[in-house]
């Protein structure tokens, strides 16, 4: 498991040392660093996935595209490098890029800190570790190989799905929108066991569909492949009494919904789940089940970090640790602030066993309070 997340000069930070658990939630108002840190991560993985043997850091490609370094490095006080590094149980790796030239699309890598030796300019690298790297680093390339990041500009519904290579196929894309070919190809995949739902068969497509089930009843789902074409069909239905109908008809909570079922129930032991805004589209209460829901995933063994603007989502988690479905020790909260405010941008209010918090800075899910004491004429 990643237990710290380290970020220096990258964008809006001059310096981050971030705490990550089993469950990391992000939160905050905009513009304040929470997507910057899932960004770091996809960076790594899209690097390690797309160029096996690159000594670059991949600015652009099919899961995220940020530009040059320019657009990376903090504008406040970076100059031409930034640093990521990842602490792996007791393991610290760090690497350090530049652009030779601040409009460069890619990062070259200056040096790598791996097992405390110190790695300058290296000529070759395989998945950014110097290749003479142990299985330690075989073990966390993987994982960040096999990382699956959802955006919140996820796909919305759609009359056909791309279906690709299932040798190619391993994460359901940045906006979901390989989702339905992962589906297909691994429908009869058996899930991780401590997330199977026992009232279904422990494969992929039905353990979807009954997680499916608990946010929107009586729903069930298929895929199929149309013939001499590299498409699949989504039929989706919500009654037992009706046809399968087509995405656009069923609302765009399901289908906003899907990515993450599918990402989470495809999800080994180890592997990192990255969620923007979980809640988009979701009625409150469905919130509050998508919440509990990747309380349960993390319980299961996958590492989640999403990120959310959502009061229900954060009130899933803390249902999920008074359930006793994840110790509250394996969940961190992090509420991200201005930098120009006070020097600290990062605060991190705890959770007890019994899902309550023991601080609440202002901003933190405080709306609805504030609100209230507006309406009733106690404050602004």
Not at 28 to 44: D, E, F, I, R, Y
Not at 74 to 87: A, E, P, Q
Not at 317 to 345: L, M, W
């Amino acid at each position: 498991m990643l237990t710290r997340l380290d970020l220096e000069h990258f964008k809006c930070f001059e310096l981050l040392k971030l705490p990550l658990s089993q469950l990391t939630l992000l939160s905050g108002a905009n513009a304040t660093g929470k997507s910057s840190v899932m960004q770091s991560l996809v960076l790594m993985h899209q690097t390690i996935r797309e160029h096996e043997w690159s000594n670059k850091l991949m600015l652009n490609g099919d899961a995220i595209s940020l530009g040059t370094v320019t657009d990376v490095i903090d504008k406040i006080t970076g100059r031409h490098s930034f640093s990521i590094g990842l602490v792996d149980g007791d393991r610290l790796v760090r690497w350090e890029f530049e652009g030779a030239d601040r409009k460069d699309m890619s990062a070259g890598v200056a040096r790598v800190r791996f097992n405390g030796t110190d790695f300058i300019a290296p000529l070759q690298l395989r998945h950014l570790f110097p290749v003479q790297g142990t299985s330690e680093s075989i073990a966390l390339a993987t994982r960040l190989m096999r990382l699956s990041y959802l955006t919140a500009e996820r796909i919305g519904p759609r009359e056909f799905y791309p279906l690709e290579d299932p040798s190619s196929v391993q994460v359901v894309g940045a906006r979901g929108e390989k989702a339905a070919s992962l589906l297909h190809w691994g429908r009869d995949e058996t899930v991780v066991a401590k997330l199977v739902l026992p009232d279904a068969p422990p494969t992929r497509l039905r353990q979807v569909e009954a997680r499916m089930n608990e946010f929107f009843p009586s729903c069930s789902i298929e895929v199929q492949q149309v013939p001499q074409a590299n498409v699949v069909t989504l039929g989706i239905r919500t009654s037992s009494a009706t046809d399968y109908h087509r995405p656009v008809h069923v609302g765009f909570g399901l289908t906003q919904s899907l990515p993450i079922f599918v990402a989470a129930l495809s999800a080994n032991q180890d592997d990192l789940l990255l969620v923007e805004n979980p809640e988009v589209h979701l009625h409150p209460a469905g919130q509050v089940k998508m919440g509990l829901f990747l309380g349960t995933v993390a319980a299961a063994g996958v590492q989640v970090i999403l990120e959310t603007h959502s009061d229900h989502i954060l009130n899933g988690v803390r249902r999920a640790v008074r359930n006793g479905v994840i110790p509250s020790t394996e969940v961190t909260c992090h509420y991200f602030k201005n930098r120009d405010e006070d020097g600290v941008q990062v605060l991190s209010p705890l959770i007890d066993r019994n899902g309550n918090i023991d601080s609440w800075p202002k901003g933190f899910f405080d709306q609805f309070d504030r609100d209230a004491n507006f309406f009733a004429g106690w404050g602004e």
